[in-house]
Structure formats: C-alpha cells, structure tokens
C-alpha cells in the first residue's frame, strides 16, 4: 500500500550554507506539478537564511523545516529520513534539481519494474552525463554494478527498506568528522540489498547538478581524494569484498603515480598517490557499519 496521495515521495535535503540554490530545486520541484510530494530541509545553518525562501515556496508545495545543530550530511539524511511520511525517499543535493519530467519517468519506471530501489544517471541540462562514467544500459542494481549506478540525488527507494537497512552511515559522507568522506549511497544500498531489497537503475532517469570544474592540481584536490579513496576502502571492507575485487582499485592510481612521475607532473602524481594512501587506510581502518 502507497502512503497518503500527498506524502507519497519525500525529499530529504541536508543543507549548510546555500540560498539560490535552493530556490532553483524548488522552483524544478513545483514545476512537477504533484500533489504527493514533501520536502524535508535539515537545515544546518545558524541562522535564519532560508526562512523566508520557504516561507515563499510553503504555499506551493509542502515543506518540513528541520533545524539540526547536528554537522554531516548523514546525520541529516537520516533526521530527515525519521520525520518523513512518504512511501517512497530520496535525498536531493541542495544544489540539483530536477527536469519537469522527472515524476512522469519515475511513475512509468515503476509500473514497468517494481522494485525497492531506483536509480538514475546525472545529467548535464543538454543531456550529457557528468561526474562520472554510469551504465549506458539499463540493469539490476548489485554488488556489481552499484559503482556506475548511483548518484545520491537520484535514487528513490521504500522507506521501510531504508528503515530496515539503518540508514545512512554516519561515519561516511562530508561532515562526518572521519576520513572515509565518500560512497555513502553504495553503502547504504549495499545495506539494502543485503536485507533481500531489489533495485533497478534506468539511464532515462536523470536530473541536473553543477559540473564540477576544480583544479585536480591542488593540494587541497589531492586531500579531497584521499578522504573519497579512503570511502572507497571502507566500504568494499565493510560488505565484505573479495581483494580480487579491490585490485583494481589500488593498481590504477599505483599505475597514475608510475606514469605522472615518469611525465615529471608532481601535483597529478601526488593525487594518484593520495588516492591509494585513501583507498588502503580505509580498507584497514573500517569500523563496525555505524547506525544512528
């Protein structure tokens, strides 16, 4: 059985920081034009800076504002993920947003695959796919392909089963306070599946987020690799991956490190380097899976 026609979706939105950005995910929200949708924004601000946007879009759509003292995106998501009344979460960036079609795609993906869990590919507004390379097919989400499937911001699943996975791991993600600073949504959806939960990713599925163009070169990217390396080595410990599978992961940036050295290009050779040191000292220092 669906929830209420008007908490059927709930969107979790953890924010710290960002005003016009929002209002662009509302604006693509209420350009849906449903009736069955909540957003929750956790908000992690001091202050009262959102407010009045929300105020502004309150008429429009229906809106929980959650005040959260609380810093990391898990633990919002999981706050969030607690006060929702929808069937169905997912757990927008506060800088995405969605095409007028997305609920339209959505409804017809799950009368032709009823699943657990959806999944889609993110996407440039001209159709490109960004961060990242995704399967160009539509397939079952597994252990398999959870690496070119998922983007936090498109995928949806049954609360229930998010419920009964533990939510977010709040020792991932940005703002955790640990070094495992990525792969969140793999490891929740590994936890997911590992309860028996079935999941569908479809490339037709897509929404919008900025391109990231930073400067690979700096120190402070290099940083940023080993915290998303060591989220890497987390995760494939913690669900329990052969070391036939994380080969791969620790000889392509060995082989970056060999070949930008070779090249004489210190900053590229340093973020190779970065990216193993992340990948190997998450696979040794991951904890019991954290639930709260």
Not at 251 to 274: E, F, I, Q, T, W
Not at 278 to 288: D, E, H, I, N, V
């Amino acid at each position: 059985m669906e929830g209420p026609l008007q908490h059927r979706f709930s969107l979790v939105v953890a924010t710290l920081g960002r005003v016009d950005e929002i209002e662009r995910l509302l604006t693509s929200l209420v350009a849906q034009q449903r009736r069955d949708l909540e957003v929750l924004f956790v908000d992690q601000n001091g202050d009262d800076r959102l407010v009045p946007l929300l105020v502004r879009f309150s008429g429009q759509i229906d809106i929980v504002h959650i005040r959260s003292a609380e810093k990391g995106v898990c633990r919002a998501r999981n706050r969030g993920a607690a006060e929702a009344r929808g069937t169905w979460l997912m757990f927008p960036d506060d800088d995405c947003w969605y095409p007028d079609a997305f609920f339209r795609t959505l409804d017809a993906l799950m009368a032709a695959k009823p699943v657990d869990i959806y999944s889609g590919r993110p996407t440039a507004p001209d159709g490109r796919t960004i961060m990242g390379s995704f399967a160009a097919a539509p397939t079952l989400l597994t252990r398999d392909t959870v690496w070119d499937t998922l983007m936090e911001w498109i995928v949806v699943v049954r609360r229930p089963v998010f419920e009964a996975a533990g939510g977010f791991d709040v020792a991932l993600g940005p703002g955790s306070g640990t070094i495992w600073g990525a792969h969140e949504i793999q490891d929740m959806v590994l936890a997911c599946l590992e309860t028996g939960a079935t999941g569908w990713y479809s490339p037709t599925l897509t929404a919008h987020h900025p391109e990231d163009h930073g400067d690979r070169r700096t120190r402070e990217h290099a940083q940023k690799m080993y915290r998303y390396g060591a989220g890497l080595g987390y995760v494939l410990r913690r669900h329990r991956f052969s070391m036939r599978r994380c080969l791969p992961e620790i000889l392509r940036p060995l082989a970056g490190m060999v070949v930008y050295g070779l090249k004489g290009d210190g900053p590229m050779a340093r973020r190779s380097r970065h990216l193993l040191l992340g990948r190997l000292q998450g696979w040794r220092t991951a904890p019991a899976r954290s639930k709260v």
